[in-house]
């Protein structure tokens, strides 16, 4: 079993920053094959991939949407994973959550994720 807990978040202005949290607890969590990823999820809109990392070679994915204003990194001791957010828009309101799982190929479907963390909301007002 893999718990996944969340911090960060909150309330910006357009072009700010913000930096989401996600920390992974239980024993079966493997740093050899797990990938983990962000997805949000705004209000009436479907489920959005984000960025995702593969935890042992740190290979990284982002979408279109975030690419070059996203970093998606791992700390390897501390087994946490952090999403730095510069630049934001409105655009990136949303609830904002981690997912792990041991066998994602494809990292855009959030199907292949086996554990979900609480979810933060991120709001970024105009």
């Known amino acids: 079993q893999i718990q996944l807990v969340q911090s960060g978040g909150g309330l910006v202005q357009v072009g700010g920053s913000l930096s989401l949290n996600c920390e992974v607890f239980?024993?079966?969590?493997?740093?050899?094959?797990?990938?983990v990823g962000w997805f949000r999820q705004a209000p009436g809109k479907e489920r959005e991939f984000v960025a995702a990392?593969?935890?042992?070679?740190?290979?990284?994915a982002y979408s279109d949407s975030v690419k070059g204003r996203f970093t998606i990194s791992r700390d390897n001791a501390k087994l946490t994973v952090d999403l730095q957010m510069n630049s934001l828009k409105p655009d990136d309101t949303a609830n904002y959550l981690c997912?792990?799982?041991?066998?994602?190929?494809?990292?855009?479907?959030?199907?292949?994720?086996?554990?979900w963390g609480q979810g933060t909301q991120v709001t970024v007002s105009s």
């Open positions: 997912a792990t799982g041991r066998n994602v190929i494809t990292t855009e479907i959030s199907s292949q994720y086996d554990y």
């Open positions: 239980g024993r079966t969590f493997n740093r050899y094959r797990n990938t």
């Open positions: 990392i593969r935890w042992e070679s740190g290979s990284t």
